[in-house]
């Protein structure tokens, strides 16, 4: 079974320019997370798409981003316009539905590091 | 509020020596996960373990162990015989059954030097 992936890998852009990162799932995970690590500090979580709708996007840094999952399946995350700021590693994590009283694992992705010069 | 500190930033060992990553953590909820990551110089998060807060027994695998003490609210991680493959960052982290987010420490880095 594939895992989650994410595309780019890596990513170099110029500030002020777009820049839109994709996630997919594993396959029939409903639950879909975006977390991010900056420079030296933690990860930190962005949102979370429950199939196409957000369930919390409580850790989103501001109307910069853009985050979609449109048909509940794979995500994007857009920055638009970037700042130097916003460089890191941005990591996607899904997790299926659980069962009552069962833990619901988030498996993550490989990350997108982000360079914005 | 959860609270995830890593207080130490950066580690450095010589291979075959004995190291131990601390970790603190806060919340008000009696049902938690706690949670070890590595993230090695690639940079993919490498999951290594999970604990519920009513599992306080201590874990080993193979070289790795972790020791969860409620009574201090910590949740250590040793790594005995260190390896050059070892170094990596390491977080630990915490997490909730009604909140899906994971709340992650600031990492510790972990240098094994040959």
């Known amino acids: 079974e594939a895992g989650v992936t994410q595309f780019p890998s890596h990513s170099v852009i110029e500030k002020g320019q777009t820049v839109t990162l994709r996630c997919d799932p594993i396959?029939?995970?409903?639950?879909l997370y975006w977390y991010r690590r900056v420079m030296g500090k933690e990860i930190k979580f962005l949102l979370h798409?429950?199939?196409?709708?957000?369930?919390?996007e409580s850790g989103m840094p501001n109307n910069r981003f853009l985050a979609e999952r449109t048909g509940g399946t794979y995500s994007t995350l857009k920055v638009q316009p970037a700042e130097l700021e916003d460089s890191g590693v941005y990591f996607c994590a899904s997790s299926q539905v659980p069962g009552q009283g069962s833990y619901n694992e988030q498996f993550f992705g490989p990350g997108t590091r982000l360079t914005v010069l | 509020a959860q609270k995830v500190t890593q207080a130490q930033t950066e580690i450095s060992v010589v291979e075959k020596e004995d190291v131990t990553l601390d970790c603190v953590y806060e919340t008000r909820d009696t049902t938690y996960y706690l949670f070890w990551y590595k993230q090695p110089p690639s940079g993919e998060l490498v999951f290594l373990i999970r604990r519920n807060s009513f599992d306080e027994q201590n874990e080993i695998s193979g070289r790795y162990s972790w020791n969860f003490q409620k009574s201090t609210s910590s949740f250590n991680f040793t790594i005995t015989a260190s390896q050059v493959v070892d170094s990596a960052v390491y977080f630990c982290?915490?997490?909730?059954?009604?909140?899906?987010?994971?709340?992650f420490g600031k990492g510790t880095r972990l240098h094994i030097l040959p």
């Open positions: 798409f429950v199939k196409e709708s957000k369930q919390d």
């Open positions: 982290a915490l997490s909730d059954p009604w909140d899906d987010k994971i709340i």
């Open positions: 396959s029939g995970h409903d639950n």
